[in-house]
T-cell receptor
């Protein structure tokens, strides 16, 4: 079993739909990262969070430390949101900075 | 924040040869991380590069195969040695300056023929 599991692996939506991507992890973490990679592009950080909820524009990320679960929500989705979304967990202590990645969620938003 | 320049962006190499990948960061960072993404797989940590000390390798990765240099706080190289087709992957460097979000190089897409 992978230490970081994302679901779904593939997601297709119509423009305007509300989207949720889930991430579960099985190890202790210092922080959880949500990353985005557009086709042909580099990996960009969307959020880093260790508790609660963060919001940036139409994107919302939540984390439940007790349940070892995080969600990324996209409101009013748009075709430009089409990308791979990756959840990664950061280790703590002497392993601080090391990231363990989920397999990614491929999101396609149709106009 | 940090901006990372990674070179080369892609290369096609003959088996048995070596390729050195460079990452230049626009600010000083203590640790740099090298990752590999094999086709259809998630990113996996190869090693952590610290300035002034030997790199720390993860299980399954060895220095002879992936030697790393870290001559200063803004630069690191990863060499993929004695390449085989199984080394065909995307290689990425990453930093986390302070207690902040992660920043990544653009990646090096390596094909070994």
């Amino acid at each position: 079993k992978n230490e970081v599991e994302q679901s779904p692996q593939n997601l297709t939506a119509q423009e305007g739909e509300f989207i949720t991507i889930n991430c579960s992890y099985s190890v202790g973490i210092s922080a959880l990262h949500w990353l985005q990679q557009h086709p042909g592009g580099g990996i960009v950080s969307l959020f880093m969070l260790s508790s609660g909820k963060k919001k940036h524009g139409r994107l919302i990320a939540t984390i439940n430390i007790q349940e070892k679960h995080s969600s990324l929500h996209i409101t009013a989705s748009h075709p430009r949101d089409s990308a791979v979304y990756i959840c990664a967990v950061g280790a703590g202590g002497t392993s601080y900075g090391k990231l363990t990645f989920g397999q990614g969620t491929i999101l396609t938003v149709h106009p | 924040s940090a901006v990372i320049s990674q070179k080369p962006s892609r290369d096609i190499c003959q088996r048995g040869t070596s390729l050195t990948i460079q990452c230049q960061v626009d600010s000083q960072v203590t640790m740099m991380f090298w990752y590999r993404q094999q086709p259809g797989q998630s990113l996996t940590l190869i090693a952590t590069a610290n300035q002034g000390s030997e790199a720390t390798y993860e299980s399954g990765f060895v220095i002879d195969k992936f030697p790393i240099s870290r001559p200063n706080l803004t630069f690191s190289t990863l060499t993929v040695s004695n390449m085989s087709p199984e080394d065909s992957s995307i290689y990425l460097c990453s930093v986390l300056p302070g207690n902040t979000e992660a920043f990544f190089g653009q990646g090096t897409r390596l094909t070994v023929v």
